[in-house]
């Protein structure tokens, strides 16, 4: 297993376009995290799914923002209707507080 | 709620120094989950340590090594000789016990001048 694969690596868009993000987690691992990182800022949470589940979501997480996971594999994070302040690293993790959290490199977003 | 504080944002030192990392949390569980990440240019985080509050050893491995004190709810962190190679943004992070969500500091950018 190579780790979490996030694709695209980077996104630019321009305002009011959709844009989607794709996470590929450690293949053992049952639960799924987004982050969200801004400039000079710590990761903050978005969504967690343990499976296909989607189990909890943070207020960040506007109307816009939809996450999935189906088959509990792979998962996806859709921003509709991007706006300037989407612009953000945005981060997919894989594993639990016993294993560990094990991130991927991110999808770098900028909203022109 | 949980809070993790990193005080210091930026920390330059010449290579072969030591610098320390600090890391201050706040939580009301006594169960919980203290990380280490180091996340260099690429992006990536890269974990370092994960300490339960149960376990309050200090550890070293390699040149990093880290000190947790349930007493003044800090978890620090120390690079030993330093190395160009450590420059990076280096993350505290706090989950506790059922809990899905990590809290993260704001990083401490770490600059190792040659």
Known sequence: DTGVSQNPRHKITKRGQNVTFRCDPISEHNRLYWYRQTLGQGPEFLTYFQNEAQLEKSRLLSDRFSAERPKGSFSTLEIQRTEQGDSAMYLCASGDTYYGYTFGSGTRLTVV | ?114
């Open chain 2, 1 to 114: 709620a949980q809070k993790v504080t990193q005080a210091q944002t930026e920390i330059s030192v010449v290579e072969k120094e030591d610098v320390t990392l600090d890391c201050v949390y706040e939580t009301r569980d006594t169960t919980y989950y203290l990380f280490w990440y180091k996340q260099p240019p690429s992006g990536e985080l890269v974990f370092l340590i994960r300490r339960n509050s149960f376990d309050e050893q200090n550890e070293i491995s390699g040149r990093y090594s880290w000190n947790f004190q349930k007493s003044t709810s800090s978890f620090n962190f120390t690079i030993t000789a330093s190395q160009v190679v450590d420059s990076a943004v280096y993350f505290c992070a706090l989950t506790s016990y059922g809990n899905n969500r990590l809290a993260f500091g704001k990083g401490n950018q770490v600059v190792v001048i040659p």
